[in-house]
């Protein structure tokens, strides 16, 4: 049986095929093609088919990690939506909340709604806060708002009535009716997010009719492309969430989709770090475009909500930051003659002024190329040459300005890029209590193990892990993801209520979550369940999420126990005589698939440089770099700094002080040197 993932980054796009009876794994990159993601993932599966001489019906399921869903929400490409409301509430996603990120700034700007307000419908209906209804919604105001529909006539409709998640009848004799007109893509807030607070429900409502239309088209033609190519093959599809769908059930759960590109990285990492044993490691994955950064202490984090161009966003999502540090990220002076870098990039086109594709601008690719890190002969394994030229003209431009040389700014260059990097870390360890040093830095993307000495460094991290094939780690990530369905209910209970009402909701949703896992193709038997419970103090305006055991006699008493000794260590105090409330329960269901770590073969003799070449330090100082193959290195073998290890997909840069040792399971160790 062969498996394959397939990462669309914003430069490359990576694929990763593993046979799962041998362990065998190709790698293979291609330039991306933003505009439609799908043309460089057929081409990619064609030349790796090719190459490596494989029968298309060998192949039994695709898994794909894809930004179509993000980029549509960054450049606000997606559906025309019509919104329909209790009347009164037409403006909710536009009133939203009062948080800003900056509550002294008089300047502050909310991004602009996704639905125009003249196509805001209010009808008349009401339910109240337990699910009764004060006023029934009549046939007649259920085709007035049809009718109008129809005079707008818009890609999607999205339906938000208040307090829906309690009661969703005066949704579903809506979306009845619209579906009749044949027309639209319709969903509803009471099968999209249950939960209550309206506008995060109706802003999630809203994205789901927004990107739908886009996702499913995107999707079904993907799937028609490989079916064609791969006539035995299912095409799943990563969630936000860390796990898989199947491409074909992605209607109405679209949503799910918005962070897809982000999580597969995420678990290709952890994935190999956990089989080393370690516990707390950091994740870098620094690609062509941008720099996705998390810290993992024993588990990867599922956070319940996100963020997405300033949209608020409630489904499941792996708890991961982006910003715009990647090798194709620009450099540019602004007025104050002060070097920026990122976040705007270069991307796959026109890609560094190095790649020779019409670029002008200089880059982070282009930084490194001239301080010797790396070899425009061996690009993507010799397989693109890079224009050393074309990348001194650049930097050059840089460096006239500056008042420098061109080494001085590519080295200026990569400092600010690595500082981006720096502060991003900080972020997810520092400002939530944890030390980075405590941590082990795992270092991929096609530009991560180039700088991460440099982010050791600043970060005095001692260890840095390099998985085998960093530049496909994403790809990688996607075949290690479980198949996975979060469901949430909001309850609002108190503790008065019958211990077994409580029981009955997760039971209901563990049933309904596996009905979707076995629609995919899930045993029963091998799918397990994670119970939690939003809690807060009665009057709090946030809630914690609460593990719940399964097995527990007494639901109410374990939580609240629990509840109570999760906020003491989250916030100082507790207030054990505030009453308590349980607000909504989450199900995640879980089928694990089998693992795809396989023993490489490694030589066990060691392999010798191939060449010296000069590199640039701190100072403008040339040093002499060993150049290695990694291909070539053998187990346990030990490569002293000032180093460069190249492989297809990266260039691993080792700098003084430090030392590269190969593993047994193909991951490279580097460890800084301690002074005594």
């Not at 044949?182 to 009471?190: D, E, L, M, N, R």
């Not at 990039?345 to 670029?359: I, N």
Request: aromatic fraction near 4%; proline fraction near 4%; hydrophobic fraction near 40%.
């Amino acid at each position: 049986m062969i498996v394959v993932g397939v990462d669309v980054g914003g430069t490359f796009t990576d694929i990763i095929a593993v046979n799962t009876r041998t362990g065998r794994q190709v790698v293979h990159k291609v330039p991306s093609t933003p505009n439609e993601q799908d043309r460089a993932v057929i081409k990619g599966l064609m030349e790796i088919l090719k190459s490596e001489r494989i029968d298309g019906s060998e192949v039994e399921m695709v898994v794909h990690g894809t930004t179509v869903a993000t980029n549509a929400l960054i450049q606000r490409k997606g559906a025309e939506v019509c919104l329909i409301t209790t009347r009164g509430l037409e403006d909710i996603i536009e009133i939203g909340r009062q948080n800003r990120l900056d509550i002294y700034d008089l300047t502050a700007q909310r991004p602009e709604p996704l639905v125009r307000r003249n196509h805001r419908i209010g009808v008349r209906e009401r339910v109240d806060y337990q699910g009764n209804i004060i006023e029934d919604i009549e046939e007649t105001e259920i085709a007035r708002a049809a009718e109008r529909i129809e005079r707008i006539n818009p890609d999607s409709v999205a339906v938000s009535l208040l307090y829906s998640f309690k009661n969703p009848k005066h949704e579903q004799l809506l979306k009845q009716a619209l579906e009749k007109l044949g027309k639209y893509y319709v969903v509803i807030s009471s099968e999209v997010l249950p939960e209550f607070r309206e506008y995060e429900r109706t802003s999630t409502t809203v994205l789901e009719a927004y990107l739908g239309p886009l996702m499913t088209e995107y999707l079904s033609r993907l799937e028609r492309s490989v079916s064609e190519i791969l006539p035995k093959s299912k095409v799943t599809v990563m969630q936000s969430n860390g796990g898989t769908m199947l491409a074909s059930k992605a209607k109405g759960h679209v949503i799910s989709l918005a962070v897809s590109g982000l999580a597969g990285g995420v678990i290709g990492a952890w994935t190999i770090a956990n089989a080393r044993g370690l516990k707390n490691v950091i994740t870098l994955d620094m690609g062509g475009t941008s720099c996705d950064i998390s810290s993992i202490m024993e588990r990867i984090v599922i956070k319940p909500d996100n963020e997405v161009e300033g949209q608020p966003l409630r489904a499941p999502s792996i708890d991961v930051t982006t910003i715009g540090a990647g090798g194709g990220s620009i450099a540019w002076i602004d007025d104050m003659n002060v070097l920026h870098v990122g976040p705007q990039s270069a991307g796959a086109v026109p890609g560094p002024a190095s790649y020779d594709l019409g670029g002008m601008d200089a880059t982070v690719t282009d930084a490194n190329l001239i301080i010797g890190r790396i070899n425009p002969n061996y690009f993507l394994g010799g397989k693109k040459r890079i224009e050393m030229r074309l990348a001194r003209k650049a930097i050059g431009r840089i460096a006239e300005h500056l008042g420098m040389t061109v080494e001085e700014a590519a080295l200026g260059i990569i400092r600010i890029s690595t500082s981006n990097m720096v502060e991003a870390i900080r972020d997810v360890t520092i400002e939530r209590g944890h030390d980075p040093r405590d941590f082990v830095l795992v270092a991929f993307g096609g530009a991560g193990p180039t700088q991460a000495v440099d982010i050791a460094e600043m970060l005095e991290i001692d260890s840095i892990l390099i998985p085998p094939y960093p530049g496909i780690t994403s790809a990688f990530g996607l075949l290690c993801a479980d198949l996975r369905t979060d469901l949430v209910q909001t309850v609002l209970f108190e503790e008065l209520e019958d211990d077994n009402r409580l029981r009955s909701v997760f039971e209901e949703l563990s049933m309904q979550a596996k009905e979707r896992l076995v629609e995919q193709g899930a045993r029963e038997d091998e799918v397990h369940f994670e119970w939690s419970m939003d809690m807060r103090y009665k009057g709090q305006s946030h809630e914690l999420e609460i593990e719940v055991a399964q097995d527990s006699e007494n639901l109410f008493r374990t939580t609240k126990a629990d509840f109570e000794r999760v906020h003491e260590s989250r916030f100082g105090y507790s207030l054990p005589e505030r009453e308590v409330e349980w607000v909504s329960a989450r199900v995640a269901a879980i089928s694990e698939q089998q693992s795809l770590i396989k023993k490489p073969v490694i030589s066990i003799n060691h392999g010798t440089p191939i060449e010296e070449r000069t590199t640039i330090i701190e100072n403008a100082e040339s040093v002499l770099a060993q150049v290695y193959r990694r291909e070539m290195l053998g187990i346990n073998q030990e490569v002293q700094g000032p180093a460069i290890i190249e492989q297809v997909d990266t260039t691993i840069y080792i700098a003084k002080n430090w030392t590269g040792i190969q593993q047994e399971d193909g991951t490279l160790l580097l460890r800084r040197e301690k002074n005594d």
